[in-house]
């Protein structure tokens, strides 16, 4: 039949055109889910070092000159920003992509630096669709491509392997798998 033709064409020509959106959605899909379950950030590389300043402070201690000494311990001499202190034993540093904090009592440095990780930070903004405009029109086109793919891959084979034999089979606990997830966190 001709429509089997075309059908194959359609199937074929949107799983290319959308290709890269899949793997976006896809890749950032991941990343959202351990985000949410707090395994990871997917945005962001956090990383934190200990030092030791080699005596207790105080805050009255504390001056330029000692924010720079321990600038310099911590090797984040050309980052630094600002300081100030949350409380009576705490000295906090801001730097440029992190910050210190010092227990100044014990002389406890903690350095905690921050910076953007590659690739997840661009397809998480897409998949939130934090360009707007033209983007939120491309990816409805794209939602429906899906379900055309969907559709067209459904009838696309016919007989044991089509829809009316293993390939039913497949679609039925495709749909059922969700219900039950459904079923067990939501309805019950």
């Given amino acids: ?34 985000h949410v379950a707090r395994h990871w950030d997917p945005d962001i590389i956090s990383r934190s070092d200990s030092y030791t300043y080699p005596s207790p402070l105080t805050r009255d201690s504390v001056d330029r000159q000692t924010v720079e000494s321990i600038l310099e311990i911590t090797g984040e001499r050309n980052s630094y920003k600002n300081y100030y202190f949350p409380d009576d034993r705490h000295l906090m540093i801001y730097l440029k992509g992190g910050h210190i904090d010092v227990e100044l009592p014990s002389g406890q440095i903690q350095v905690t630096t921050v910076r953007h990780r590659p690739l997840f930070r661009e397809i998480d903004y897409l998949h939130y669709n934090k360009p707007k405009k033209l983007w939120t029109w491309f990816s409805d086109l794209y939602a429906l491509a899906l379900i055309l793919i969907a559709a067209s891959g459904l009838i696309m084979l016919k007989g044991k392997k089509g829809i009316t034999g293993h390939g039913g089979i497949l679609v039925l606990a495709g749909i059922l798998i969700p219900l039950l997830f459904l079923l067990i966190h939501l309805w019950l």
């Fill in 1 to 34: 039949m001709k429509w089997r033709k075309w059908n194959r064409w359609l199937h074929r020509e949107l799983g290319y055109l959308f290709f890269g959106m899949t793997i976006i959605y896809g890749l950032s899909g991941i990343a959202l889910n351990h």
